[in-house]
């Protein structure tokens, strides 16, 4: 079914296609989980608590939407700015996030985590 939005005069269409509201819902949630953490790095990039972030702000509904579309069993290999296909695999964060400089190269939920981060977790509790 299409739909149309409008707002100060720009019209928005967008066609569902068969996507129930759970699911639309739950793509989502899947997007604004990276957006926030993205948001909080970029600020603590500012605050000079982290030394490099690669943002992907406005890219989360490309690696959200490409890891919702495969299989659990099929494998992606993200480079920078594809925060979304590590939360949409649910790779726990304190495995991409770790106390001190760290490299580490990891096959988990069919994603190889490469991440370079020098930063203490505590501060992202912040």
Same mark, same amino acid.
């Given at each position: 079914m299409m739909e149309t939005n @409008? *707002? @100060?005069n720009i019209l928005f269409e967008y066609n569902r296609g068969n996507l129930d509201n759970d699911?639309? $819902? @739950? $793509?989502? #949630?899947a997007m604004l989980k990276p957006r926030l953490i993205e948001q909080k790095m970029l600020i603590l $990039?500012?605050?000079g608590k982290i030394s490099k972030w690669f943002s992907g702000i406005g890219q989360e509904a490309i690696? *959200?939407? *490409?890891t919702a579309a495969l299989n659990k069993e099929e494998y992606i290999l993200p480079m920078h700015r594809n925060l979304g296909v590590f939360t949409g695999r649910d790779i726990p964060l304190e495995r991409l996030?770790?106390?001190g400089k760290e490299r580490q190269m990891v096959l988990q939920k069919g994603v190889i985590v490469v991440f370079i981060l020098? $930063? #203490? @977790?505590?501060i992202l509790l912040e």
């Open positions: @409008s *707002v @100060s699911t639309l $819902l @739950s $793509l989502y #949630k $990039l500012r605050q690696s *959200v939407g *490409v996030f770790r106390n020098e $930063l #203490k @977790s505590s």
